[in-house]
Structure formats: C-alpha cells, structure tokens
C-alpha cells in the first residue's frame, strides 16, 4: 500500500502562448489562447487566459513565444515555471 503512493506519477500540463508582460522580477505574464466551439450557434470562438510565470533568469522578452509547465504554487497567482523558449519576438 506505501508503495503505490511512493511511486506517483506527476504528468504536469504544458501549454504554449505569448509572452505579454515582464516587468516584474522573475515572473512573466503569458497569454494562452484556446479555440472552443459555441454550444448553440457551434461558431468557433477565441477564450485566451493570462498566467504567471516563474522565469528565474529574466531571459524572456514581451512578444516572445513560450512553453511553460504548471509546477506548485510559487506565489499567490504564479503556479507555472517557463519550460522553454519556443520564438524569439524579433525573429531573431
């Protein structure tokens, strides 16, 4: 029985958008988008969330096209933790 609590298995979300803040210390802002279908009209429609990133190195730029995983809480609104670096914002 301790066993099988020991050896669970953490599969963590990972969601990608765009950087759209980072003016805060180690934390950024990362706009997610997601297309759902109306329940009535069945049009496909836009929802998008905003969600605090825990970025340790300020390596990440407003624009900037990133991969970020959820984590434990961090702070009272930060429970993701930057994965990677998808784009850069200038193309570069």
């Keep these: 029985m301790a066993e099988a609590s020991v050896e669970r298995q ?3 979300r ?5 950087v759209v803040s980072d003016k805060m210390n180690k934390t950024i802002t990362v706009r997610v988008e997601r ?3 109306h329940p009535v ?3 496909f429609v836009r929802k998008s969330a905003k969600l605090h ?3 340790e190195e300020n390596t990440c730029q407003v624009g900037d096209t990133v991969t970020v995983v959820e984590c434990r809480p961090l702070a009272k609104t930060k429970t993701w933790m930057l994965k990677s670096i998808d784009e850069r914002a200038g193309g570069v």
């Design 53 to 55: 990133a825990h970025d």
């Design 10 to 12: 953490s599969n963590p």
């Design 14 to 18: 990972t969601v990608s958008g765009v």
């Design 35 to 37: 297309r759902v279908k």
């Design 41 to 43: 009209y069945g049009k």
